[in-house]
């Protein structure tokens, strides 16, 4: 179990990391606002940048944006609930709007500096890890979901989508994008929502459906708001549009390759069922005071890095040409916090339980920061690269790219590596 919590290590050994000298770019973006509209912006987009910035580094900017706005929910929205000044609003939108240019360009970047390499896709994949939390949370003060249940299904849907985004590209070795997917339909219906906001205030998400005079024709639940139906959509576009399109093509990739499909599944499936278990069994028990205690973005930032684990375990072993990872040591991490606090209310203590997440949230955060320094470190001492900083006349290896340039370039989420490591969501 120990060594478990420090899975990564296993990707870092000679044999593994000596496999990244196989790597190759394969990716499919079929949207036609990101082919035929978006490519443009984009084009003119990267002429902004000096040659000289790493193309890791303008990742890692665009992720700055997306901070910055959370702690600003920190500081003016903590509930989630709270009509906040206009420009909060506009802010997020603004927000993820140059986080998602910043993840596209930097793609670009590296292909025209040749600066290429296996650690672009992993910075990139990590990157957009854990801006998934962050998308989760800006979402719910938008729509003024306060810390509640439905604030937790936008964090669970969000992550999750990555999740098996990613684990469909560790089997089939190319990132499916298809005709309406989270990178680019998915951020400007979200930009949409926040400068809705903007102008119109977070409480208009809660009118009741019915007191709209041209929609009394649709027959919704009794109050039903339309932040229950941007909620709603969210889970809907997830099971229908995004969710059978990995599990087939996981198939396909099992079928083609003579291995067993039941395998894959149970270890694709396994860590998310017993994971969701638990987390429902968490929020959902009176016991606990997270909601009723306010206390839903702390733990939003600690689960969002233990999932933030679990992706770039995914793309490590894709990487490295590993096995798929088990996350057994995560089990550990998502149930202490509750255990522990339950044993010491049985005990007699009266210990809060954020004052716990707290302790654990700090080191998931030294954890996490840890892990990425060592693995980041491993990359760039095999690769001869740095990870922040362009070198004269870098060594690179060889990407093989699968696609054609035009469809390269129509990438929304175009790493270092000039993989794009977005999720299709919607």
């Known amino acids: 179990m120990v060594w478990s919590l420090f899975s990564y290590k296993e ?54 944006f997306m901070i910055a706005n959370v702690i600003i929910i920190g500081i ?10 206009s420009w909060i609003y506009f802010s997020f939108a603004a927000g993820l709007w140059l986080y998602s240019t910043f993840d596209n360009v930097d793609g670009r970047q590296a292909r025209r500096t040749g600066t290429s390499s296996p650690l672009g896709e992993l910075f990139d994949h990590g990157c957009d890890a ?8 800006l979402q719910a003060a938008a ?51 926040f400068l809705w906001s903007g102008f119109k205030g977070a409480a208009s998400w809660h009118v009741p459906v019915a007191e709209i005079s041209f929609l009394s024709w649709a027959h919704f639940p009794s109050g039903t708001t339309f932040a ?45 069922i017993i994971q969701t278990f638990i987390l429902y069994l968490w929020l959902s028990s009176n016991q606990f005071t997270l909601f009723k205690d306010s206390h839903f973005i702390l733990f939003a930032v600690y689960i969002g890095l233990l999932f933030g684990e679990m992706a770039s375990d995914i793309i490590l072993a894709h990487l490295t040409k590993s096995e798929f990872p088990h996350f057994r040591g995560l089990y550990l991490l998502l149930v202490i916090v509750p255990t522990i606090y339950r044993i ?3 005990l007699g203590f009266h210990l809060e339980e954020y004052v716990i997440l707290y302790f654990f949230c700090g080191l998931a955060i030294l954890r996490f920061m840890v892990r990425a320094v060592k693995v ?9 690269i740095r990870c922040l900083v362009i070198r004269k006349k870098t060594p690179i290896l060889p990407t093989i790219t699968t696609t054609s340039e035009e469809e390269a370039e129509s990438l929304l989420v175009a790493p270092e590596g000039g993989a794009n490591s977005g999720y299709n969501t919607f």
């Open 11 to 64: 990707y870092l050994r000679e044999e593994k990391i000596e496999n990244l000298r196989a790597y190759k770019y394969a990716a499919t973006d079929k949207s036609f606002i990101s082919r035929y509209i978006l490519k443009h912006y984009w084009d003119f987009a990267i002429k902004l940048f000096p040659r000289w910035i790493a193309p890791n580094l303008i990742t890692l900017i665009g992720l700055f």
């Open 228 to 272: 229950d139906l941007f909620v709603w959509g969210m889970i809907v576009f997830f099971l229908v549009t995004h969710l059978p399109v990995c599990l087939y093509s996981i198939y396909q990739a099992c079928k083609e390759k003579e291995i067993s499909s039941w395998v894959s599944f149970n270890n694709i499936l396994s860590p998310i």
């Open 376 to 384: 980041i470190n491993a990359f760039c001492d095999f690769l001869d």
């Open 76 to 85: 003016w929205l903590p509930d989630l609930g709270t009509e906040g000044p």
């Open 344 to 346: 010491q209310m049985m």
């Open 143 to 193: 729509l003024g979901l306060g810390h509640s249940m439905s604030a937790a299904v936008l964090l669970f849907v969000t992550i999750v989508g990555f999740y098996f985004s990613t684990a469909e590209e560790y089997y089939t070795g190319v990132l499916y994008l298809g005709y309406v997917n989270g990178p680019t339909e998915g951020i400007i219906v979200t930009c949409l929502a």
């Open 130 to 137: 854990i801006n998934c939390t962050y998308v989760a949370l």
